[in-house]
Each structure stands twice: as structure tokens, then as C-alpha cells.
Nanobody, 127 residues
């Protein structure tokens, strides 16, 4: 059983920063790809960022525009999402996802390709 647990969400003013964390636990599992998605009320779950096991491969959603940065610490089974210059439209539940398949920019932005998901952490950005 693989479990993902997000943390670090909260309420922040526009222009502020947050760092989300996601810890993987359970059976021995070193996911090839870790990703972040987000879902605002009434909207679909959108791709935010993904990273390969080595960290060499990364992909970001178009809306990120240099504001967010994804990283991972394999020794701690943790992936991070550093979010800067936050905007009210970044308000959403942020979900961590993991997948064993090797990283490819062709698929890492597709939510149905991920087998494992966390419960999500709420991020609220006030104006």
C-alpha cells in the first residue's frame, strides 16, 4: 500500500509564498515521477508540475510562468512545490501524485496516468 500525504497549505496574501510537501510511505516504492495537480471549486484537476526521479526532468503547467519550482529529496521520500508570487487564482486544493512509469514530457501532465494520489492540501490566496 502506497500512501501520499501533502502538507504546507494554508492562507496567504497575494504576492506571498508557500512551500508544499508530499511524503510517500508504505511499501518500498521509489516513484519515477512525482507530480502536483490542483483543483479549484467547480473546475477540473489541472496539472501544475512534475519531476523525474533524478530531478533532471521537470515540466510545469503553462500558468506557472516561473513562479513555482518543483524538487524532490529521494532520501526523505518527499517532493516539494515552492510557490512564489501567489495570486488569488492559485486558490485550489493541491494534490500530490506518483507514478512508476519513467518520466516523459509526453504524459506527465495527464492526471489519468498517475496511479497514486494524496488527499490534497488547501491553498487559499487572498487579494
Amino acid at each position: 500500500q502506497v500512501q501520499l500525504e501533502e502538507s504546507g497549505g494554508g492562507l496567504v496574501q497575494a504576492g506571498g509564498s508557500l512551500r508544499l510537501s508530499c511524503v510517500t510511505s508504505g511499501r518500498t516504492f521509489s516513484p519515477a515521477v512525482m507530480g502536483w495537480f490542483r483543483q479549484a471549486p467547480g473546475k477540473e484537476r489541472d496539472f501544475v508540475a512534475a519531476i523525474s526521479r533524478s530531478g533532471a526532468g521537470k515540466k510545469y503547467g503553462d500558468f506557472v510562468k516561473g513562479r513555482f519550482s518543483i524538487s524532490r529529496d529521494n532520501a526523505k521520500n518527499t517532493v516539494y512545490l515552492q510557490m512564489n508570487s501567489l495570486k488569488p487564482e492559485d486558490t485550489a486544493v493541491y494534490y500530490c501524485a506518483a507514478e512508476a512509469t519513467a518520466f516523459s514530457s509526453d504524459w506527465v501532465d495527464q492526471r489519468d496516468k498517475y496511479d497514486y494520489w494524496g488527499q490534497g492540501t488547501q491553498v487559499t490566496v487572498s487579494s
